[in-house]
């Protein structure tokens, strides 16, 4: 899967099923403080993946994931290895 299927599954589930602003995806939005996931909104995210992507997210893998761009790559390395 290339980045950029990866990214245009990422936005439009959060648009589609998380209803976030398409004008606050961007890069470098930050996760929390930009698009305003929280941890109820993560859990949403965990299943979609897993739907998505067909692995599950690791709380302590994501640990350091604070931006969207961030959140990609983490889903580029499960899904391309």
């Known amino acids: 899967m290339t980045r950029t ?3 245009e599954k990422v936005k439009a589930f959060l648009i589609d099923e998380l209803e976030i602003d398409e004008e606050k995806i961007f890069d470098d939005a930050k996760l929390k403080d930009d ?11 965990v299943v979609i993946v897993e739907r998505n992507f067909g692995f599950k997210i690791k709380p302590e893998e994501m640990a350091d994931v604070k931006t969207l761009s961030q959140f990609c ?3 580029e390395s499960k899904v391309n290895n």
């Open 35 to 45: 698009m305003g996931i929280d941890s109820l909104d993560f859990v949403d995210i």
């Open 73 to 75: 790559d983490y889903i």
């Open 5 to 7: 299927e990866i990214e």
